[in-house]
């Protein structure tokens, strides 16, 4: 029970120390415990540090669940609104000190704990990061609103590209909390001057090897997609008009990664950090050709989009070396050397955002705790749902939160019992299970590995229909080619389309697949069961309300033999149209003493790379590769295609009408390859 301002509240929470020890000694954990900070790097030489989780970081260097649920009350009986946002907050740091406070004792003397492979290390519980939105980083730290709770750059110079700063002074404000028992007025200006609001006590100022104001994290969701993506957006459609952006969004061409806004993105209210993460996979390509108001040049606007989105991905990225991070910082100042733009158009008149001056701490803070993924809101905001909103959902709404506590033990303990018996069930008799050595999986170089389905969506399509429903008009040949090519490997291309001609097929069909997945490999070898990416190449068909589903033939990535794990030197683009494959039968008649590939795909190949992006957008352009007007096309073998690829149409000032999303792909000549589907294509292309 807490007491404020003369009201009691009560505070649900844990032993702190009791969570601490019930993760670390959880044995599914095991794999993943650090005792010793590392150093890692990408060369030999040692002159590329990379970071990424958080024993990689310099913090550790240098010192080395839920918990509880809070009051939500508003203290409305207090009238006067500055006094109730004290109250409100000195509420929060007593619920909060009550809490932390046995980390104070265990983080300077230690305590013994028991990890999840039995054996028993003594161990300093600390307050290394607090992962917050904006609002709850100022209450966390009593900085006032529009001001930087990490350093002391003045409020009015927030936009700024490269205005010096330091970090607030931790022991200049501790000091001056220490006079909150003494004269009222002094303690205030004590306060102010050292940049706080005047906090009673907060929770923080005991916690041994604690600086709340370095262990304010970066944070993705609320920063970047809530924050500057959606002025981002909103400073777009100022600029271009929502009913041509709307337009563009609605012919977009299918992909797995990328979601087709139908009705635009105008229309959509109360947008989602989920929405603006699927807007931004597109939001450049669709604006590369578009007209500003009055003639005015869109090279410092497409610059300063493709700045903030490099951040943004980058920012994302498991793992960091210096380079990434020199790079990180050459991005930030792309979009500071180009943001003008927008108070020329007359959409802004400053920048002095507190989000976008947060972009200056990235690089400080993965050096200190590794890459962004360590301390991600959007976990918290997940658990949120499972914690808070399930919980209360199982209550009948009053006096919810003995009946949340109670219905979360519950459950818990069902959970930790699940567990149990299944570690029973692997064999174990004895107390402690001690586990066998296996180094901790790597997420940060992972290997796609492709799937088709076990049996074809169709056992027997004829070659006429492939040229008729699935666009295949050069079938025949092109299989014979691929014949020619795998039995005689040492022909030029003229022997090649001799021998072609003189090749006959013994069969007229061929089983045909509609799709191809891809699945996440580990360093262990294990395969993820979500699927990151496919690809289709399906006919029309009618759904089981007898309605017309358009056909769709997705565009990919294809390795040409001698493609690398980045760049797209060694790949083209091509459009799947057949994923097939041919029975043993026919293999051994076609093949002779070759091993012929178990599956196999018609393409129709987009013309080769240049050697660089364009300057401004850096987007790769491609467009249909032709041959005395006909369409190139090739069978390859399905294990060459490594991805699918977006293709994004070259609209022009304005974009056609009568493009659909399922017809752009043939109607457009000229397409830019997308980045920015996810971070595989990203790291590819970038």
């Known amino acids: 029970e807490i007491l404020v301002a003369g009201e009691a509240f009560d505070v649900y929470f844990r032993d702190i120390i009791e969570c601490v020890k019930a993760l670390y000694g959880d044995p599914k954990f095991v794999q993943y415990l650090v005792f010793v900070p590392e150093r890692h790097y990408s060369d030999e030489d040692q002159t590329q540090r990379l970071f990424h989780d958080l024993h990689t970081g310099k913090w550790w260097w240098r010192t080395q669940i839920l918990l509880g649920y809070l009051p939500t009350t508003k203290l409305e009986h207090i009238s006067n609104k500055a006094a109730r946002r004290r109250c409100l907050a000195n509420l929060f740091h007593a619920c909060m000190r009550h809490i932390v406070e046995p980390l104070v004792n265990a983080g300077k003397v230690g305590i013994p704990m028991a990890s999840g492979d039995g054996a028993v290390r003594r161990g300093h519980p600390l307050v290394a990061c607090y992962i917050g939105d904006y609002p709850e980083q100022l209450l966390v730290t009593g900085i006032k609103t529009g001001e930087c709770p990490k ?28 006079l909150v028992d003494e004269d009222p007025d002094r303690f205030t200006k004590a306060c102010r001057e050292a940049g706080v609001k005047p906090l009673y006590r ?99 606007l497409i610059r300063a989009v493709r700045g903030l989105l490099d951040f943004l991905y980058l920012a994302q990225y498991p793992c960091h070396s210096l380079q990434t991070l020199e790079l990180l910082d050459d991005v930030l100042d792309r979009f500071h050397d180009n943001k003008s733009i927008f108070v020329d158009l007359g959409i802004r008149s400053s920048f002095n955002l507190p989000k976008l001056h947060s972009l200056r701490h990235y690089v400080t803070m993965i050096v200190l705790y590794g890459t962004t993924d360590n301390y991600n809101t959007e976990y918290t905001e997940r658990l949120h749902i499972d914690l808070a909103k399930d919980a209360y959902r199982a209550t009948n709404h009053k006096d919810e939160y003995m009946q949340m506590t109670l219905w979360l033990e519950r459950r818990e303990k069902m959970l930790w019992h699940n567990k149990f018996i299944h570690w029973r069930h692997s064999g174990s008799n ?21 799937k088709l389905a076990k049996h074809p969506s169709a056992k027997r399509v004829t070659f006429a229909s492939l040229a008729q429903e699935y666009g295949a008009q050069h079938f025949q040949a092109a299989l014979a080619r691929f014949i020619v090519e795998v039995n005689q490997p040492g ?33 262990n070898g294990v395969e993820n069961a979500v699927t990151v990416d496919s690809i289709h190449a399906r006919p ?45 039968k026919a293999k051994q008649a076609l093949f002779r003493h070759a091993n012929a590939p178990k599956h196999l795909a018609y393409v129709e190949w987009f013309t080769p790379f240049s050697s660089t992006p364009e300057a401004n957008h850096h987007m790769y352009k491609v467009s249909r590769a032709l041959r005395d007007g006909e369409k190139q096309a090739s069978i390859i073998p399905v294990a060459n295609i490594r991805r699918s690829i977006h293709l994004i149409p070259q609209f022009g000032p304005v974009a056609p009408r009568d493009w659909t999303t399922s017809n752009v792909l043939d109607q457009c000549k000229t397409f830019f390859v997308n980045s920015f589907t996810d971070r595989n294509a990203y790291v590819t292309l970038f």
């Open 540 to 584: 029309q068909r009618r759904d089981r309300h007898k309605r017309n589903v358009p056909a769709r033939f997705d565009t990919a990535l294809v390795n040409m033999g001698h493609g690398g794990k980045l760049g797209v030197d060694g790949y083209r683009v091509a459009q799947v149209r057949v994923i097939f494959s041919l029975s043993m």
């Open 151 to 178: 350093c002391d750059i003045p409020s009015d110079e927030l936009g700024s590209k490269d205005l010096p700063f330091e970090l607030r002074d931790l022991g200049r404000i501790l000091d001056a909390l220490a």
């Open 491 to 523: 022909l030029n291309a003229r022997q090649l389309e001799d021998a072609a001609c003189s090749t006959i097929i013994p069969f007229q069909a061929v089983a045909i697949f509609h799709k191809i997945r891809y699945n996440t490999v580990d360093g």
């Open 430 to 450: 004895s107390r402690i299970h001690v586990l066998p050595y296996s180094p901790p999986p790597s997420d940060l170089v992972y290997h796609w590995r492709h």
């Open 202 to 300: 907060p929770f923080w100022e005991e916690l041994p090897h604690c600086n709340i104001y370095h262990a304010i994290t970066p944070d993705i969701l609320h920063q970047l997609y809530q924050g500057l993506v959606k002025h981002l957006i909103s400073w777009i459609k100022s600029a271009f008009g929502e009913a041509e952006i709307d337009a563009r969004c609605k012919c977009l061409p299918p992909n797995h990664n990328v979601r087709l806004f139908m009705k635009g993105i105008s229309v959509l209210s109360q947008v989602s950090g989920t929405e603006h993460q699927q807007i931004c996979r597109f939001l450049l390509g669709i604006i590369i050709d578009m007209r500003l108001p009055h003639g005015a040049s869109p090279v410092r």
